[in-house]
């Protein structure tokens, strides 16, 4: 009884030494960031959940968020292990939840980053007859629990079988300051609630990937950070689905796929019209699609499928994450109600990007297309880098430097661009696809294309188009090709310098 005891009190004062230094050790572990908002979170007011009492994790969560709002908001500190929780996670306004700091590798994107605490939410447990499993028993997540909250963010917890979602409501209300860093995701997608579709007359117990809802989801109306984090390859609990009825018929070896999800959706919103009918997004017309202090960076992000990272803001900074696709795989519905064509999309693509005087910089990908249902033909997606005319702006002073590819940079089809910088890139494809598309003219007729830079570059594949009129002031220089194929397609005047390998 007295060792228990000892022990008990060993235990009490490793807490306390733990969370003196949290408090004044570091008051703001984000500042490596060099984010001035990151500092106006209040580090320095901690509760550890583990000296918090209640019948239940969740009681014992919402105590202790209760307890820090009185003070101004704070940390809830989440020592070393495993938390299982039965339902959504709903943090309050200027609330952070904190894992204990990862030992060794802090690297999000190596193969052996593994923060000590963890989430556990509960396991989609198929029954493939019948009325099936209720979606309702899994796919749990972490939640805000006003659209308004501010000051709020995650640190270096391992969420399994979790999303996580600070999205904003229908008029794009939200707080500000949010974040989401050093965290682990795995199994982390979300059942279509449109699946099974009674048009078709689908099984009950048929379930698919939410084609639109991201792992990781972040908006505010200014300053968000999503860094470091991790979602590696799930796969444990994917499940096979025969006699899976679409349209078309039925399809034996439907597979519910955990990757085959979005991978963090940052301010990701529509502007303008659809598929370049116009009038493109404008701050003056589409406010929230311009919002500042958005820094996406350092990131290790799996896809079997669907969009790795799509941001919408201005001036956003995208910088140095690792995005990985997984080559060769069969999907013969990318909706849970079609067959697949070559002329279907799954929307795969490395990075999406929306707004203006964003930087995209130091990403290395490996973006690869799905096969379709015939397993013949690849489904007609694959981008690599992209800001198209789809519910879009026009380009306005971005760059992109220095990222590493296998499929294009596609700047395409904007009506308008004013100020661009492709310098740096080593972009190969193949298949005489063009690594470089700087087009700002649409179907529907030319458009500017004006201060335009393309610089020392490594292309393969079919090599650089760049087209607009009118055009000022645009310059392809010093870019190299490998292999054969190369060309430059100047459609823009724009003045040629010292490239090699390329035949104009």
Known sequence: MENSFSLFISRCVLQVLVL????????????????????????????????????SLAARLNKAQKQLQVKGGG???????EYAFADHIHIKDGIVLRGADPEGQTDARRDDYNPPTRFAFPRYQPRLEEEGTPIETAFKGIYLENPDASHCG???????????????????????????VGCL??????????????????????????????????????????????????????????????????????????????????????????????????????????????????????????????????????????????????????????RTTGSATNDNRAVQMRGWRWTVAGNDYLVFRNLCYDRKYRINDGEGLMHEDHVNSTVLDSRILNNKGNSYISIYKTAGINGLLVKGNDIRTSGGISAIYVVANRNSGPYECCNVTIEDNITAGSGIQIAGDPSLNNSIRNNVHVGGGGKIINEADAILENNAGYDH
């Open 185 to 338: 995701l795995t199994n982390a997608a979300v059942a279509d609630p449109g699946v099974p579709d009674a048009r078709y007359n689908q099984h009950p117990w048929q379930r698919f990937t939410a084609r639109h809802h991201a792992a990781v989801t972040v908006n505010a109306y200014e300053n968000i950070l999503v860094a470091n984090n991790r979602l590696p390859e799930s796969g444990e609990d994917n499940f096979t689905m025969n006699d899976f009825i679409v349209r078309e018929g039925r399809i034996d070896g439907v597979v519910f796929d955990y990757d085959n999800r979005p991978g963090l959706y940052i301010n990701d919103a529509a502007l303008g019209g659809a598929g370049g009918n116009g009038p493109d997004g404008t701050p003056e017309t589409h406010p929230w699609g311009f919002r500042k202090g958005i820094v996406i960076r350092d990131n290790y992000i799996f896809c079997t499928g669907r969009c790795a990272i799509s941001f919408t803001g201005e001036g956003t900074i995208c910088a140095d994450n690792v995005i990985r696709f997984k080559d060769n795989v069969w999907l013969p519905t990318t909706t849970g109600t079609n």
């Open 20 to 55: 003196v230094g949290l408090a004044s050790g570091n008051k703001d572990p984000l500042a490596q960031y060099t984010l001035e908002w990151t500092g106006q979170i209040r580090w320095d007011n901690i509760v550890d959940i583990s000296m918090v009492a209640g019948p």
């Open 75 to 81: 940390v809830v500190y989440f020592p070393a292990g």
């Open 154 to 180: 995650l640190l270096n917890i391992a969420i399994h079988r979790g999303h996580i979602d600070f999205t904003s409501e229908g008029g794009h209300q939200t707080g500000r300051n949010r974040f989401v």
